[in-house]
């Protein structure tokens, strides 16, 4: 297994922007897939974005065009950059790797808050 932490989370005001981090506690060369995902209360896990080993994205409707995910193999990181924030965006963010047949690692998830 793989123990994940992420960072960044906070309060901002509707319109603002906020980078999550999620370090890896060992390499994540290997992992085939970095997701990050969200949970709002009262409402199930919602997948917001994924990028493969090879550097390819995706997007759900919801975040897509507000919303960037990248990789530093060499810092074992992935990034969630968010941009245009609104209020429905408030929840707690995770991120998961993904090595298939060795590891599906979720991390404990940082708080996003946006304010009206």
């Known amino acids: 297994q793989v123990q994940l932490v992420e960072s960044g989370g906070g309060l901002v005001q509707a319109g603002g922007s906020l980078r999550l981090s999620c370090t890896a506690s060992?390499?994540?060369?290997?992992?085939?897939?970095l997701r990050w995902c969200r949970q709002a209360p009262g409402k199930q896990r919602e997948f917001l974005a994924q990028i493969t080993a090879g550097g390819t994205t995706n997007y759900a409707d919801s975040v897509k065009g507000r919303f960037t995910i990248s990789r530093d193999n060499a810092k074992n990181t992935v990034y969630l950059q968010m941009n245009s924030l609104k209020p429905e965006d408030t929840a707690r963010y995770y991120c998961?790797?993904?090595?298939?047949?060795?590891?599906?690692?979720w991390g404990q998830g940082t708080q996003v808050t946006v304010s009206s």
């Open positions: 060992r390499s994540i060369f290997s992992a085939s897939v």
């Open positions: 998961n790797a993904v090595n298939l047949g060795v590891y599906n690692s």
